[in-house]
């Protein structure tokens, strides 16, 4: 009961997206609105899950902190402005107010440098893939080079014929294989869903597909 | 009755499923199932836990920053069980970050029942199993932490990733990691191929519980699926060769 239970549900629910998506509305009226109906119900059980989460960040953190395991300071600056967002989240909203403020001068800033590093691990991961090991590599290496000058105004000035180059490479062999792959993967997540809606596959409950 | 625009999408869907259904029942009934070839990403999983055994250094697990009604998350599960099993199997640490609080309580539940199953119950830690940030990047670098702290000898990302898989397959050359990663987002694809040391792509990531488990129904699941890629590319070549020929009636007949 204990699986076949949630296999029941997950079928019922994925027949409901199916059928509403495909059937017009005017033979099945009720569609869209179960369909929204059901979303309220994962919001639910996303807000139940996201306290689940929070209450996991906090026993790693405080046992941390009272065990004084290496990097416990960390954990401390963790833990209070989990508490202050928390707080000034539940007691103030909109802009303008100390929540907004945290957020976009405490949480913003740091996210985009995080995104910022990306360039570098580009670079590093780039002289990495380059290096002319294998015939393969060398292929990578030639079409990024033509990439790199075709995307750059310098490639026109050494050769009018190089963003033409790297269009072509663009819009031809990696739109080709990129199609190729999307399609296949589009077929294998089909396939997978119909795994779960029939029960096949039980990975996500905790098994191996047995 | 079909809504507009559907009718093709649907009539190929409905044959694509009863291509799949068929092919399952023929594997039911014990008819032979073609081979399928070797996935040289899933082969390596349990060298690389056997690597992290040896150095007695925990493996990291992430199943991606996709929500629970992703299929890459979905079949990310099945290749995180086996992860599990294996370190339980080995008694090696095993720590699985997650971005979504919905997968990391099934990401809890996986990792504890493959403990269980291999009767390791009471080496499981329910620690290593965590919760990082609902933010791509706050859980980007939640990640980079663990893995320059714990040092991690084997790192596996499976499941949908978006601008923070360069980040964690970089970390995990920093830190010396085998790393071995898949994912069906075709963006992302080239940077786990530049950095990582076996990349699975697109549709392998979707077929590793049937490779992993060998279980002849899911076999029969992927043969299916490429009867469905057969008809794919069919139906490409014939319609270039038709709008080649100024005709578009198959372009037509799928727009329906």
Known sequence: ??????????????????????????????GP????????????VFACAFAVGLVNLAQIHIRRITQRREGWQFSI????????????GVFTTGRGTYSDWLYQYWFVNPRATMY????????????????VKSFEASVLLVAAIIMMLGQAPIGEVIWGQIPKMSRWILNYPNAAGMRGITIAATLGGVATALRIVLGIERGHLGGMGE | MIATNYVATVILELAFLIGLIVMISRARSGLKVPAIRKVAGLEALDEAIGRATELGRPVHYSPGIGDFQNAQTLASFAILGYVARMCAKYDTQLITTNRNPVVYSVTEEIVHQAFVAEGRADSFNPDDVRYMSDDQFAYASGVLGIMAREKVATNVMMGAFWAE?????????????IQIAGTANTHQIPFFVAACDYALIGEELFAASAYLSKDPVLLGNLVGQDFG??????AMILGSIMATAGSNVLRDMLRK
């Open chain 2, 165 to 177: 898989s360069l980040i964690f397959a970089e970390a995990g050359a920093i830190t010396g990691s």
């Open chain 1, 77 to 88: 600056i963790l833990m209070s402005f989990m508490t202050l967002m928390l707080v000034l």
């Open chain 1, 33 to 44: 609105e179960l369909v929204r109906e059901l979303n309220v119900w994962y919001l639910l």
């Open chain 2, 229 to 234: 890629k057969i008809f794919a590319v069919a």
């Open chain 1, 1 to 30: 009961m204990r699986k076949e239970l949630p296999i029941a549900i997950c079928a019922v629910a994925a027949l409901i997206y199916v059928v509403s998506t495909y059937i017009s509305p005017t033979v099945f009226p009720a």
């Open chain 1, 116 to 131: 910022s590093i990306l360039v570098f691990y580009i670079a590093s991961a780039a002289y990495r893939a380059f290096r």
